[in-house]
C-alpha cells in the first residue's frame, strides 16, 4: 500500500507519482513465482525517517516524513531484537527498495 499527501506537491511531480502508482499496479498482476515477486531489486541511495503507522504479526506500514507515503515492509527484514522494541509510533530510520509489489522497508533501525 503506497498512500501519499497531496498537500505541497507540485502537479508535476503528483503526475509522477500517479504515473508510478499506475505501473506498481501492472506489475502486481504478473504472473511470476512469488519469491521473485517480493524479491528486492531497485534500492533507492539514502535513508529515510518516519514513524511505524501500523504493526502486524509478519509485516508493517511506516508513514515517511514529508510526503506521509506509506511503505510496506517484512517482519524477515528487521533484526529480532529490533522487532521486539517495535510499536505504532516508533520513530524509524529505514532505506526504501522496489519489487514488483510496490517500494518496501528495509535495513529499519529505531531512532
Request: proline fraction near 6%; hydrophobic fraction near 35%.
Amino acid at each position: 500500500m503506497w498512500r501519499s499527501s497531496q498537500k505541497g506537491l507540485d502537479q508535476n511531480r503528483l503526475q509522477r507519482i500517479k504515473t508510478g502508482h499506475s505501473r506498481i499496479r501492472q506489475l502486481k498482476q504478473l504472473r511470476v513465482p512469488l519469491p521473485t515477486k517480493f524479491q528486492n531489486k531497485y534500492p533507492l541511495p539514502g535513508q529515510y525517517k518516519g514513524r511505524i503507522a501500523q504493526l502486524d504479526t509478519h509485516n508493517y506500514y511506516i508513514e515517511r516524513e514529508g510526503d506521509g507515503a506509506w511503505i510496506y515492509g517484512r517482519r524477515d527484514t528487521v533484526p529480532p531484537a529490533v522487532w521486539a522494541k517495535l510499536m505504532t509510533g516508533s520513530l524509524v530510520k529505514f532505506g526504501v527498495t522496489f519489487n514488483l509489489t510496490g517500494p518496501s522497508a528495509f535495513d529499519l533501525e529505531l531512532v
